[in-house]
Structures are given as structure tokens and as C-alpha cells.
């Protein structure tokens, strides 16, 4: 069948409409040739670009949408958390660069995590705090390894010396074992009871594993006790200890069975044997749990055994009375501000 041309008037008898001569292609519709426009390359690159400019704004407003924190208190009950990380240092790092990293695969982990909460699913273990590996915290502090000792509270510490090796033989800490206060301003401040329970839980006498003065460095000062000057390090260089002086160096309470049953129930692991770095392993490495939460809490607040006085001065009838006072300032006895007078007399026995 011959056919003519609408564009070059030329006569054809192709099949598919297609002029010998121009080359363009035709089609039938309503009884007339319709040319059929092709697209150049050109036309279909600007059209991916513009696709792919759009899927790229469109996934950059997801992750922005997805990493705010306030997406987790739509699920989470953590407004307090919330609002310590608001007003801490940390304000500016976004949820899942601590929780989860910092490359594309951590972040998909991190929404596929958000989009879980959509499944119907039992709940194993509950009150489980937000898992921070100790990489995501050395990716930004790092250098802290490299430090000496730091002043904290007055005592002596090192970041190396903790995250480095297995303390106690099973024990290998990690960055929120003590880094998990959530205060106000601060948001991961240091947890006393974590420096407790590992430097007393189980010692002979309730004494620090390390001893005392791995951490605490003797008084330089004299310590004014109503009308006597006591100094620690006269005493110490006669190789007097401690807890010769102290009292109740260290307390425990609670129920370690009964810890175990607030989050494994009746569950059969609880009858299982394992050591010590099994159970460290899954509890502090894996889960990132607080001490407290299977231990006893402890109370590190020594006191003052004023009656073993009378062991070395005999024959002296001394008198404490009023605070005790350092180059003029209350200072701390009993674990509390000593702001009552007291009077305890000293004499032999």
C-alpha cells in the first residue's frame, strides 16, 4: 500500500510509516498520518538530572525529618533525655550518629529501626537504655585515650587505663558504663555507682580493689578537728591505713536475685551457669546496661572512727567539738557536711 508523506510529499510503501526520504515516522490516527516525535538523548538526561535532583532533596528532607529527636519522643517515652541532650553539649549531634554511626549503612539500621515500631511483636526485655557503642564516641573523642590523668571530683583518673584490657580479670567497660548519668545540661554525665561496684563489689573487708590511693591522693592540708591539727600524711608515712581511721568504707543494698527477675522473669537463663565474662559480655557490652540495674546499689561514703584514736594516744583527754574545719572551710565527714557541733570524747581506755 502506498502511502504519501504529510512532511516531504514523497510516495512510500514501507509498512511501519516510515518516510524513505525525510526518515520520519508516522502513525494513523482518525484516518491521517500523525507524525511520531522521538525525544533526543539530551532531553532524556535533563530528565533523569531532574528526577535525581529531586529523589536526592526529597531523601536529604527524610534523613533530616528522620534524625530529629523529636521523631524518637513519638515512640519514646524520654522527653527528660530529650531535654538534657537539648540543653547539653551534645545539642548539635544528631540521634543517630551516637546511637547508631555515621555512615549510610548505620543510618538505614537506624530507620529501619523507626519503622520496626510499625510490627506487632512481644516484648522480651523491657527498660533497656539506648545502645552507644563506644566507636561512635571515640570517632569524635578519640584524642581522650591520649591524655594523661584528669582531675575528677578531686580524684585521679585515666581514660586509657579504664578502656584499655579486661578489669578484674572479665570486666571490659565501655564508654557508657560510666558516662550514663542523664542530667540537665549534661546529658551522659559520670554514674558514681559504676567506679562502686566495680572498685568494691566483692573485696576483702569492703576495700577498693585498686586501693584507696589509686584514686584518692592524700590531704595536703591539716585538717583542723576542734582544738587539734590532724595531718593525713604524718599518719600515713607511719604506714597507718586507711581503714584503720575509716569506717564503713563502702554499702550495698538491694537484691541481686530480685534484679535479675525485673527484666528475665521466670526465664530459664536464669538458671544457667555462666562466668563472669559471659555474663559481662552480654549485660554491659552488648546491652550497655547500668551496674545498678543487676547489682546492689552501693554507698561510698566513709566515716570517721574516732574511738580508734584512743588506740594510739593513750593517756589524752581530747575534745572535739564544732565542724571540721580545712585552712578555714567545713570540710566533709560522715559522708555529709559536718555543720552540727559534736563532742566525742577521747580518752584511754
Given at each position: 500500500?502506498?502511502?504519501?508523506?504529510?512532511?516531504?510529499?514523497?510516495?512510500?510503501?514501507t509498512?511501519?510509516?516510515?518516510?524513505?526520504?525525510?526518515?520520519?515516522?508516522?502513525r494513523?490516527?482518525?484516518g491521517?498520518?500523525?507524525?511520531?516525535?522521538?525525544?533526543?538523548?539530551?532531553?532524556?538526561?535533563?530528565?533523569?538530572?531532574i528526577?535525581?535532583?529531586?529523589?536526592?532533596?526529597?531523601?536529604?528532607?527524610?534523613?533530616?525529618?528522620?534524625?530529629?529527636?523529636?521523631l524518637?519522643?513519638?515512640?519514646?517515652?524520654?522527653?527528660?533525655y530529650?531535654?538534657?541532650?537539648?540543653?547539653?553539649?551534645?545539642?548539635?549531634?544528631?540521634?543517630?550518629?551516637?546511637?547508631?554511626?555515621?555512615?549510610p549503612?548505620?543510618?538505614?539500621?537506624?530507620?529501619?529501626?523507626?519503622?520496626?515500631?510499625?510490627?506487632?511483636?512481644?516484648?522480651?526485655?523491657r527498660?533497656?537504655?539506648?545502645?552507644?557503642?563506644?566507636d561512635?564516641?571515640l570517632?569524635?573523642?578519640?584524642?581522650?585515650?591520649?591524655?594523661?590523668?584528669?582531675?575528677?571530683?578531686?580524684?585521679?583518673f585515666?581514660?586509657?587505663?579504664?578502656?584499655?584490657?579486661?578489669?578484674?580479670?572479665f570486666?571490659?567497660?565501655?564508654?557508657?558504663?560510666?558516662?550514663?548519668?542523664?542530667?540537665?545540661g549534661?546529658?551522659?554525665?559520670?554514674?558514681?555507682?559504676?567506679?562502686?561496684?566495680?572498685?568494691?563489689?566483692?573485696?576483702?573487708?569492703g576495700?577498693?580493689?585498686?586501693?584507696?590511693?589509686?584514686?584518692?591522693?592524700?590531704?595536703?592540708?591539716?585538717?583542723?578537728?576542734?582544738?587539734?591539727?590532724?595531718?593525713?600524711?604524718?599518719?600515713l608515712e607511719?604506714?597507718?591505713?586507711?581503714?584503720?581511721?575509716?569506717?564503713?568504707?563502702?554499702?550495698?543494698?538491694?537484691?541481686?536475685?530480685l534484679?535479675?527477675?525485673?527484666?528475665?522473669?521466670?526465664?530459664?537463663?536464669?538458671?544457667?551457669?555462666?562466668?563472669?565474662?559471659?555474663?559481662?559480655?552480654v549485660?554491659?557490652?552488648?546491652?550497655?546496661?547500668?551496674?545498678?540495674?543487676?547489682?546492689e546499689?552501693?554507698?561510698?561514703?566513709?566515716?570517721?572512727?574516732?574511738?580508734?584514736?584512743s588506740?594510739?594516744?593513750?593517756?589524752?583527754?581530747?575534745?572535739?567539738?564544732?565542724?571540721?574545719?580545712?585552712?578555714?572551710?567545713?570540710?566533709?565527714?560522715?559522708?555529709?557536711?559536718?555543720?552540727?557541733?559534736?563532742?566525742?570524747?577521747?580518752?584511754?581506755?
Open positions: 500500500m502506498k502511502w504519501t508523506c504529510p512532511f516531504c510529499g514523497s510516495e512510500n510503501e509498512k511501519d510509516y516510515r518516510c524513505e526520504v525525510c526518515g520520519k515516522k508516522f494513523v490516527s482518525g491521517k498520518l500523525v507524525e511520531v516525535k522521538t525525544r533526543p538523548p539530551e532531553y532524556l538526561i535533563s530528565i533523569f538530572l528526577l535525581a535532583f529531586l529523589l536526592f532533596n526529597a531523601a536529604l528532607i527524610g534523613i533530616e525529618y528522620a534524625s530529629d529527636p523529636r524518637c519522643t513519638t515512640c519514646h517515652q524520654m522527653e527528660y530529650f531535654h538534657s541532650w537539648e540543653e547539653s553539649t551534645h545539642k548539635g549531634v544528631k540521634c543517630y550518629v551516637c546511637h547508631y554511626g555515621t555512615n549503612v548505620d543510618f538505614i539500621r537506624g530507620a529501619y529501626h523507626s519503622l520496626s515500631v510499625l510490627s506487632e511483636k512481644p516484648q522480651v526485655y527498660n533497656l537504655p539506648a545502645n552507644v557503642s563506644s561512635n564516641c570517632a569524635c573523642h578519640g584524642n581522650i585515650t591520649n591524655v594523661g590523668y584528669l582531675n575528677y571530683k578531686n580524684l585521679s585515666s581514660h586509657s587505663n579504664h578502656l584499655n584490657g579486661y578489669k578484674r580479670g570486666l571490659h567497660l565501655e564508654c557508657v558504663s560510666c558516662h550514663r548519668e542523664i542530667v540537665i549534661s546529658h551522659i554525665a559520670v554514674k558514681d555507682t559504676t567506679c562502686f561496684v566495680c572498685h568494691f563489689y566483692k573485696t576483702p573487708e576495700l577498693p580493689i585498686t586501693g584507696c590511693p589509686s584514686c584518692h591522693k592524700s590531704p595536703s592540708d591539716n585538717i583542723e578537728l576542734g582544738n587539734i591539727s590532724f595531718s593525713h600524711s604524718l599518719h607511719k604506714d597507718i591505713k586507711c581503714e584503720f581511721c575509716h569506717k564503713e568504707i563502702i554499702k550495698f543494698s538491694g537484691n541481686m536475685s534484679n535479675c527477675k525485673q527484666c528475665h522473669g521466670d526465664d530459664d537463663v536464669l538458671t544457667k551457669q555462666l562466668s563472669d565474662l559471659e555474663i559481662h559480655s549485660h554491659v557490652n552488648s546491652y550497655k546496661l547500668d551496674c545498678v540495674t543487676c547489682h546499689t552501693p554507698e561510698h561514703k566513709p566515716k570517721v572512727d574516732f574511738e580508734k584514736c588506740l594510739c594516744h593513750r593517756g589524752m583527754n581530747i575534745r572535739f567539738q564544732g565542724p571540721a574545719v580545712v585552712n578555714g572551710n567545713a570540710v566533709k565527714l560522715n559522708g555529709t557536711l559536718n555543720e552540727t557541733p559534736y563532742d566525742v570524747p577521747i580518752s584511754s581506755p
